[in-house]
């Protein structure tokens, strides 16, 4: 009990070019960062229009949505999450978690990119609760609606949002880059201690931030005037491509941050 | 969509439109010896009672189908460049049983698919029929062996015995510390491993002469010219099947899995680890799944729970200690390479259980218990030979590390989310008491892992010494993080970031004034490129077209660093060059563009404002427009025409003006006092003139030392 499965990465020649980029101490972060994207192409040509992605996507908006509402939570509940008034935060997480199972369990699909995505919005939905409501675990209804009802404003959307972009892009960058990496680890090897495999990781994490800056301000505003538009509501079709986009922008971004030093 | 498999079960036909055009065939009692499921029930020391409920029996060839469906399935690793599109699969079964009214009602089907598909990571869907001849239970019954010294008292427990250390620890918990009379259900998946359990199960019967537990051990296996998968997700539905079996014989409503919660909740290592990779055979949920699929089919409340959820491996370790049983820990085998053990070598050494067990014997202080001779493998100075041995060893210790610097439920939610499908799932607290006591469990489990290595540097220090360890060694890899971490942190440390920069990295401009919280902007691209320019000249004047011909060229050529393109004579007041006609031409209509686009950012902008209510903002933006419409006013005709070409300059130091000024209101919303800072005539002049001149030096930079290329404009 307690297995673990391991990938491993194609022998075509992008994916070579990755694992030799790992493999080689002189590669930067950056570089390592374009030659993936390069290379995982393909992987996201077979996931476009993934439908557990777009459903975390409109679950996100949801939850904004929501807290323009004057009962959230009742709004959620029609939604199909099932919280209530005095939910902690595990609750909130586990409910995200199980509505979005419950999802795939209906489509009879699921891919990696719609469970990373899955991960990446329970991850920066935790994130967000947390540092509104500091360490309360059993915080009142008030609490729990007032940082709930911050996600109303397009400010908060847009950081919420960007965190989840972020998190989607380093999951799914790890996700390759964990094939390869970890067997780069010893002494005259790239990695001479896991230590050092876990800076490299920090490292990408740093790159992904930075990338995602890019579409907190869009994801804001396109939030606002959406709803706007929508009288309240935000079409599943206009999330989806939402979603893309900012995908797509943090990928273009991080290859724009990867170009050769011109100077 | 998944690929789909479809299942042929006790010689049942293929649907007619079936989505696998090569159904695999499963038989446990008859048919083609290539499609043989065998299952043998022994009970090793008391005869059972013969009658077995019909929907137990239903329940028990089932779980052997799906069990040898799961291994007969297999997982390819490669399908990266699909997203790991193959990994899960539909599986179709369609299964003859005593009861399909039953079993075809929606919500058992649903609770047996749940647990299933949680549990392997796949869409399970099932058919029913009517089995036209039914196997009695005893069909699968095998008295080889002498049914003695069991007694006939009635029995308190059913509990699963695997062999490996955390069943062990149950059984001495049941039997020695609560005295419990338990059945121990041993499901034995291949002959191989007999022999060791048989053997374990003598030593632990000496422990509790005057207790004498019941032992069944089921057999369950398939041809083997199917496929092999060798991970066996499923297998704890089949033990869990055959333990609730026994439990409704004995007249039981629980059954009892002993497994660490580390193991349980098997957190993944690594980020390609995702869903099912991890394998669940004693998570929370799919317990919980159990206990409602049992509690269905007998019509009761049934549980199936483990005890040492909240334990790491060194407390189960610990309690077989603190029982007198630390002689039997050498017996145990937690391999999960079964396919390599040899009676010499009966643990690989390399793979997560081994490496898991004996750095939990290190830091339960009984590393002594455990035989190193039986390791195939000595992981701790010997390379490991495989690729993924290598990696999920590097996967583990950083795993296991890292727990050790979350502080709080909510971090490692955040950073585990994972375990959200855990928390609701364990009974009897709250989901936030849960979420406390898993975040110190897997602390906890960090400290050990920590103190464990401490420990086998001593033990090994030899090895280390006299240069015998292999370089990538789990001690050589885990230790230099700790001997080196100090000479690390000194040589790869970020430098602090400087107080004060306005640099652009990518698309983005990134910009801090005097030790304040820094900020992106993204949208003011070319008021960024204008007061960078001033900003890295302080002292020197431009008119508004040198900035914007400087600025813009910089901007043609995308990337190149401000620095690079800036003229070290620039000192002096740049005039503007002899302009002829068609420059004049061109220069108008880059003009009108020009203002094409301010007008239109503007008009934006104020409709922003006004739809979030931003009054202050909202009559700046206006008086804006207002000064721009003068430009234009002032610029061209009411035809669209120039007016007069000497109005260029003019034109262009607007432009830059403008420029300047909205970028320093967006700043405003970041940072009031850099924005200040910029607004005062005395700092900053622009317009006809152009100079950064404060009175007290502010150290700009604008490249940033951290990114890992130069920074300004430079990616």
Redesign the interface.
Known sequence: ??????????K?RP?IKVVELVADAQA????IAKATLDASD???Q??QNDPGFTETVVLMTELAIAAKQKDPVRHLNQVGLDIHEHC????I??A???FL?DKA?LR??????A??S???L???I??H??DKLG?L??PSPAEVNNAMSHLGR?GEFGKLARTFFERVSH?CM??????A???E?????R?????????FEA?MAK?SR??S??V??YCG?WF??KR?EGGGKIDRKLTSGFGWYAIEKIRG??R???????? | ??PERVILCGGLSAPAKSPDAAPIRLNLTDGPKDTRVNLKISDFNRRLPRSVPVLQNDLVEIAAYVYSADQAIV?T?????????K??Q?IHLHIPVRRPDFWSRPEVTKAL??VL??LADH?FEFTFKKAANPAEFHDYLDFTDSNAGAGNAPIDQVAMF?G?LDSLAGAIEELVTLRNRVAFVTHISTPKNSAFIRQLWTDLQKLSPSNKAVQIAVLANKAKAMGKEH???T??FLFAALGSTVAQMLKLNSLRFY?NGV?SI?LP???????G???R??HPRVLAGFSKLFSLICEADFQVVNPFIFETKADVIRRIVRAGAGHLIASSVSC?HTWTRTTEHSQCGVC??CI?RRLAMLSADAWELDRAARYENNVFIN?SPE??D??????Y??RA??MKTIT????L???Y??I??A??YIPGQ???Q???RLLDLHRKHGAEVESALAAAVSRHAYELVNDQA????LI??????RI??SA?TAS?ASPPAPPSYFWR????WEIRFKGGTSF?L??HDKGCRYLAHLLSHPGATFTGQSVQDICDRAGE?????L??IQDPTETDLHVSKSIDSDALDAADDKKRENYKKALSDLDAEIA?AS??HRHGDLAALKTERGELIDGIDRDFNKFGKSRKTSNLAKSRNDAVRINVRRTIDEIRKHDAALADHLSSKKNLRVGAQNSYQPPNTVAWVFTDPTA???AVG??
Not at chain 1, 174 to 179: C, G
Not at chain 2, 470 to 473: G, N, S, T, Y
Not at chain 2, 557 to 561: D, P
Request: aromatic residues 6%.
């Open positions: 009990m307690g297995h673990i499965r391991l990938g491993t990465l194609p075509t994916w930067d972060v950056p570089a393909k992987a996201f077979a996931i902690s935060v595990p609750e997480a586990s995200i978690q199980s199972d369990s009879r699909s699921h891919s990696d990119f469970e990373l899955q991960n990446a329970v991850g920066a935790t994130s609760l947390g360490g675990f059993t397009p999951n790890l996700y390759f880059l964990s094939k990496a970890g067997a680890v010893g002494e005259g090897k990695f001479a201690t896991i230590k050092q495999v876990k800076d490292a790159h930075e990338a800056v890019i907190e301000e505003d606002s005037s706007w971004e991080m724009a941050r990867a170009q050769p030093d011109a100077s | 969509m998944p997982r690793g490669q399908d990266t460049d699909t997203f790991g599109g990994w899960r539909v698919s749940d598909g949680f869409i695997s490996g991970t066996q997700r297998r704890s497994e193991v098997n290592v690594c980020a390609q680890v995702v869903g990779r991890a394998t055979t004693t999960g997560s259980q898991d390379s690729r993924d290598r990696i999920l060893l590097a996967a210790l950083n590390l890292a709080s439920p909510t971090e939610i955040s950073r989310p994972e959200s499908r928390i609701p709250s989901q936030a849960v979420a406390q292999a370089p990538d060694c050589r890899i885990a230790l230099e993080n080196l971490a690390e790869q990295r990518g698309n983005v992106p993204q949208r050529v995308g990337h190149i660093a620095s690079a922003k739809r979030e890992e290329r130069v430079t990616e």
